[in-house]
């Protein structure tokens, strides 16, 4: 347990930025999964400049690395220009 105030103020940044973290980091999995089950060409195509942008913020604070989100958009782009 932390003994210094410091600590203790470290203690709660942590907690209060990973809720934060997590949050983005599920809620845009949660994009990703949704446009992997589209079948229609036409609705994948509306929603991934959604799902990109939500990569490259998540990228930008760090929640994932820059190389993941580049492999996760290059995996999208190649579904979806698959789809008939």
Known sequence: M????SAEKRQRQSA???VHN???AK???????ALRNTTDKNAAM????????MLDNVAKSNIIHYNKAANIKSGIALYV???A
Do not use: D, E, G
Not at 27 to 33: D, K, V, Y
Not at 48 to 53: F, L, S
């Open 2 to 5: 932390a003994n210094h105030a």
């Open 16 to 18: 209060k930025r990973r």
């Open 22 to 24: 997590r949050y983005y």
């Open 27 to 33: 809620t845009t999995r949660n994009a990703i999964r």
């Open 46 to 53: 509306a929603l991934m400049p959604k799902v990109y942008a």
């Open 81 to 83: 220009n698959r789809l």
